[in-house]
């Protein structure tokens, strides 16, 4: 695909050499990410940063990857203060808001409301996810996560093996996650959750069809055993008609030290989308996990980083005019 | 009036100079409004955009017109975080954000309230709507657009022709446009309305004052026959004391294909301040009418850009500075 | 101490060299936080600035203190938009944010949870107020004040006679200043509260150690006799458990023109950390006072942006850069 000026709404639109080309600028990334150095390529641009659903990471992500390339953001993250209340279509409002600035993120509480707001779009419209469908921004940066884990290892991407686990119902990360694993045939899956809340039959096919060995279980231990990865998930209440029904799956797969242990191979790398529920109820990954190398989960928080500064350089084509407008760090960077 | 410096509060203290200034410095700033080039003459400079009743167009409007100069923007945009909840008053509030920053918008939920707090502001203040009082920036945006939509056809603002229709009793950006239109004695306009919404009477005396020829309708299909512009607005539903009172007038002026074929002139302009109201119950002006190029509604929205870009340059003094600090724009624009 | 990196949490982490040198950074600060010059030396910096509980002004102040050093500011103000609803501990907060930012300033309603955010933080955290805990900006700006109203009038600090008026049990504010006051081992404080909120014993303790001469009271009239400065403060609301408890003890201390005339000795300078409690039942400082340029609530929030400024410009080490990246404002200035 062509980046510039693009949509990103769905993974669906990536091919391998897609993710390979982003990943690479990813990279180039990393420095001003960490704060290795400091660049200004977006000064005077102004991302619209449109959260109508609850997040924080999400969003100061993609405002401080927008800061870190020099530009401005302006947020509607409230959805009740927002014009929808008064009746407005979304339509409407990509019509109007899209005047507003030079590329826009939007999260959205409902399936396919992102794809209508960017048909209406003035300006590339990036999906920070929309209800229990796509975010394909999370699903990039936990694949590059993959591979800089499986890197560090001298392990092999292609001949990766898996566990997804947890909600796989309502939890779009993996669903989005799943189809780019699709493009590496060799790799096995093995996908854990309580029956109710499986994968959606046509990701299971669509990973099959590609050539991927999938296997369904409602057994953690035995679905962690023999895995390079496990990638864990909270239970979506927020999708829930109650929140009693969502904690009936609460607590049923917890990750521990002693479970890690007994069950996993050395060196198994833990994974989660973030924010992972650590009231006593849920507990997905305990905290005597935190001081185990192999939990990569905040390092994959960090990779968000250089991951959405890549997607925003692409689709705005300045990836060329970083490295001549990059300057020193003139402060104190203490991580 | 003397711009610079000055608090932005009502439509009364402008007169027709001030007017054609205003709108010439929006002219020039149209290629920075729409990308063609960069500033940064407020490169420093803060706004502070205090919205303390629901807003997104308006709230997000101002802030990227600030952006789009090279500014900062802090903002308030939930009334249930704000000091006010503690039991600060108005010009406590004026006293102590003015030191924050240089210029700040307000809204607020209170006619006046926005006098007493330019009144204790140490920077300037603008208006950004107080109840169903002002909101003067739309009116100045509404009337640039009728003056660009008439130059488009060839036609001429001195002699307009305008069907005003809807909630005219709450709907303060009418209230704030029939005055300015009042520097026009030649104009004439038809007020449309159901009985109980109809235009304040003071609003149209002074308009017959200055010589207008105004005409008030409940009838719909006959007001909107034989003009130029058509400036239609939502229920107010938000002034109303209860929801079930708004529905009762809600749906009864619904301008779609079928009536603008029937009724209109040829190239009747159609307008509103936004947002439209697109539920079906109420419907101001249907969706079948998006594809015809008189609809101004979205060209209406961007102008506001502009405008408040002009505003803030005026006030803060930088107009002459614009040229002088700009430069190309080095990412990809879309729109 | 050393600020370069550090976490600014508590008073207790300052000696008096610390306050006199962060002072003396402050004054320095006074011509960019007043508009005199400008500074870019944070250009490109990303504060992460998290209020979890109600706030304007300090929000505004640290958000608008880092503008003025030339930074960006990613803001998370809605507690209910936040991880932290879907049960993400404190520690992961942390962990995942400050991999976004430069610096946090963190407002959480509990006390001792930004201390633990702190400890899992990659970067410089600033305790913006933890429940009835600590608020050490609002003290050392408080101090600051004080120090350069008493230089106005030729008074000595080391010689306060100071009366502390209010809720002294939950208000953070004056727990820390008590701390901060301690320096000085001349002065003389009132403590001036109903029975049921006066200031806890370990702090009096703390100031009698110190060598402070400390009289409790709930004489108001009495309390205010004789003394250089009076600081009085709202009744907490927020940390009662009904409002009806708090309404108790609101209205109970009202200064107005008519008692300072009566009680206070000449030139008896008026504080508050605001915001102040102007409804009728409260009315800490009655509006009749704010003609008397010894009411000083407007200069001591003024002082919060240089306090903050110098605070930052420390931690991130750029104080001996402002000069050289300082230039003229080229717009328009009012205060």
Chains 1, 2, 3 share one sequence.
């Not at 997804?164 to 989005?176: N, Y």
């Amino acid at each position: 695909m062509n980046f510039i000026g693009a949509n990103i709404l769905s993974v669906d639109q990536f091919n391998l050499d897609d993710v390979n080309t982003l990943f690479s600028v990813a990279e180039k990334m990393q420095p001003y990410a960490t704060r290795e150095k400091v660049t200004k390529v977006l000064d005077g641009a102004i991302l619209g940063n449109i959260f109508l659903e609850s997040s924080t990471r999400t969003r100061v992500s993609f405002g401080s990857a927008f800061n870190l390339l020099g530009g401005h953001v302006r947020e509607t993250s409230d959805v009740s203060s927002s014009a929808f209340v008064k009746g407005e279509s979304v339509r409407d409002a990509a019509r109007i808001l899209s005047g507003y600035s030079d590329v826009i993120c939007i999260r959205h509480p409902k399936s396919g409301s992102v794809n209508e707001f960017a048909d209406f779009s003035r300006v590339p419209v990036i999906n920070g996810g929309d209800g229990s469908n796509e975010h394909p921004t999370q699903a990039l940066l936990d694949l590059f996560t993959i591979k800089k884990e499986l890197e560090n290892k001298n392990r092999d991407l292609s001949k990766l093996r898996i566990a997804i686990v947890g909600d796989l119902l309502f939890g779009r990360t993996v669903h989005s996650l799943c189809k780019l694993l699709s493009f590496y045939p060799n790799i096995s899956v093995v996908l854990v959750s309580p029956d109710r809340l499986s994968m959606p039959t046509d990701i299971v096919e669509y990973m099959r069809s590609a050539g991927l060995s999938v296997c369904i279980s409602n057994n953690f231990n035995e679905g962690i055993k023999n895995v390079d990865i496990i990638y864990t998930t909270r239970i979506q209440e927020e999708r829930f008609e109650t929140k009693e029904q969502a904690a009936l799956y609460r607590g049923k797969f917890i990750l521990n030290k002693d479970i890690y242990s007994k069950h996993c191979a050395p060196e198994t790398v833990v994974m989660h989308p973030l924010p992972r529920d650590s009231r006593p109820e849920a507990n997905e990954i305990d905290f005597d996990l935190d001081s185990n190398p192999n939990l990569a989960i905040f390092r994959q928080a960090d990779n968000g980083i250089a991951v959405r500064m890549a997607i925003f350089a692409m689709v705005l084509d300045v990836v060329n005019q970083i490295e001549t407008s990059s300057a020193k760090v003139n402060w104190h960077v203490s991580r």
